[in-house]
């Protein structure tokens, strides 16, 4: 299912405000397994607004390398064992219904209320207080409007994890999802103290394994259709082989991105039992539609699936999805009767 348009977001706005304000337990919160900047500058930013508020707060969140510099010691937990007695959950940044990609805590053993604020396209609207607004370009940037709802003045401890997460998911402002809008939020962080450059110095740090599994990624590319499609590829005796390890692979797709003439970029992360696809689109095609189609979602532009099947397999099915998008995508729009 793809959903898009919005419904009212500042109705919306309010009644995750709202529910956040009115719970008085513990709130636990959450985002994607396998965390990018969004959701651990969104579940950093909204954890410390309501410390602020004295609020009692679990962010059981694993972080990837990159990222590691980013929390004080000990703001952030491990995996939750036990959800706390009278919990609600938070849910940043995760689109599906069961919440099965839920990272840190298990969902399926959580019977009370949810708030789900969120900008995928696959979203199924399914939560007690919901935030859901695809033309929004990052979870981060509707927490801002969040943290204005609840009355939290914008501090450097709010504003750097927030500007980290827009940054993620426009790529630096390069993504068609940057708007005037998204230009005038992060600069309101930076007014409130958001460190650019600090953020951007230390995250782009890449250790020397990045660039030795670099250079067996780079061996695997393949174009196909007319270099249309960019493929690479990465599995275990790759990483076994460069000393590396699978959070060092996550940024080579957007390098796959940039393959001029190239309208989709699939990075493929082979597991042996499964497969990870990783999908970024341009110029009318939609990775989303090809996720959406391998069983996975995300955005119009970015993607992702896993497909439970061994790579010839899961190639195969990714192969076929392909070319319907590229044929849908070529095919002008019928006319409205
Ligand atoms: P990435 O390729 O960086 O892992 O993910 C790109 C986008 O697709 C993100 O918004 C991510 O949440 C979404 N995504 C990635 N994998 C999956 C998946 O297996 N299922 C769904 N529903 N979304 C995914
Ligand atoms: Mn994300
Ligand atoms: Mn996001």
Do not use: C
């Amino acid at each position: 299912t793809i959903n898009s348009g919005l419904d009212d977001y500042p109705a919306q706005v309010s009644a995750v405000a709202q529910a956040l304000l009115a719970h008085d337990g513990p709130t636990v919160v959450l985002a994607h397994e396998n965390p990018d900047g969004d959701a651990v500058g969104s579940v950093l930013g909204l954890t410390r607004a309501l410390r602020e508020l004295g609020r009692e707060v679990y962010a059981p969140m694993p972080l990837p390398r990159y990222l590691q510099f980013l929390p004080e010691d000990g703001e952030l937990e491990g995996p939750l064992e036990t959800w706390p007695e009278g919990a609600l959950a938070a849910v940043l940044d995760v689109d599906n219904n069961d919440f099965s990609r839920v990272g840190g805590a298990d969902m399926a053993a959580f019977s009370g209320p949810v708030v789900n604020i969120d900008h995928h396209g696959t979203n199924l609207r399914r939560a007690d207080a919901l935030l859901v607004d695809p033309s929004q370009p990052a979870t981060a940037m509707m927490l801002v409007d969040v943290l204005d709802a609840l009355n939290v003045p914008l501090t450097e401890a709010l504003a750097t994890p927030l500007l980290l997460g827009m940054i993620t998911d426009t790529g630096s402002f390069q993504f068609s999802n940057t708007t005037p809008q998204t230009l005038r939020t992060a600069a309101r962080l930076l007014e409130a103290g958001a460190r650019l450059n600090w953020l951007n110095e230390q995250r782009l740090q890449n250790p020397p394994t990045y660039y030795t599994l670099l250079r067996e990624v780079l061996n695997s590319m393949e174009f196909q259709h007319d270099g249309q499609v960019v493929l690479a590829r990465v599995n275990e005796a790759m990483l076994e082989r460069a000393g590396g390890n699978w959070e060092d692979v996550d940024p080579y797709v957007n390098m796959l991105r940039n393959a001029e003439g190239g309208k989709l970029a699939v990075l493929i992360k082979d597991f042996g039992d499964k497969v990870k696809f990783s999908l970024r689109s341009r110029g009318g095609v939609s990775a989303q539609n090809i996720a959406v189609a391998l069983g996975g979602g995300g955005h119009v532009p970015a993607a992702g699936a896993t497909v439970e099947a061994p790579y010839a397999e899961a190639r195969e099915l990714l192969d076929q999805a392909v070319i319907a998008e590229l044929a849908r995508a070529q095919t002008p729009p019928q006319p409205q009767e």
